[in-house]
């Protein structure tokens, strides 16, 4: 799934500061056998339980604490995921910014296209055919 993702969007976000760190995830966040992407590859692919948040919960998942520890810092740096503590509870929670979210509906906007023309441009080649 990243391989195709890193396809789609380096062409599009390419020159993001993002996409050049580059972000170990370890075994256990990543399933089983642990891989290397970069940080926007990692954003865009993880992006619906950043939406909504991580906690820093000490029950976490080893998914949802590398979220939370590893990646969710340095989206802050860029101003793409904010930290806020939780009245009455004990953790505290990060979620995606609304530059963040300005950002992912930017990606979407643009593989929309970058598919609408692909389409269009085999239906011109059926045509003709």
Do not use: W
Not at 27 to 43: Q, R
């Amino acid at each position: 799934m990243l391989a195709s993702l890193e396809n789609d969007v380096f062409p599009i976000l390419g020159s993001t500061p993002i996409s050049d760190i580059r972000a170990p995830v370890p075994d256990e966040a990543a399933g089983g056998k642990g891989f290397t992407s970069n940080l926007l590859m990692l954003f865009i692919s993880m992006r619906d339980p950043l939406t909504t948040g991580v906690t820093n919960q000490s029950n976490n998942s080893a998914a949802a604490a590398f979220m939370y520890h590893n990646m969710a810092p340095k989206l802050a740096a860029h101003g793409l995921m904010e930290n806020e503590k939780i009245a009455g509870v004990r953790y505290r929670r990060s979620f995606v910014s609304k530059r963040g979210l300005e950002l992912l509906a930017y990606y979407d906007r643009t593989k929309a296209r970058a598919k609408h023309a692909a389409v269009e441009i085999e239906q011109e080649t059926d045509v003709k055919v």
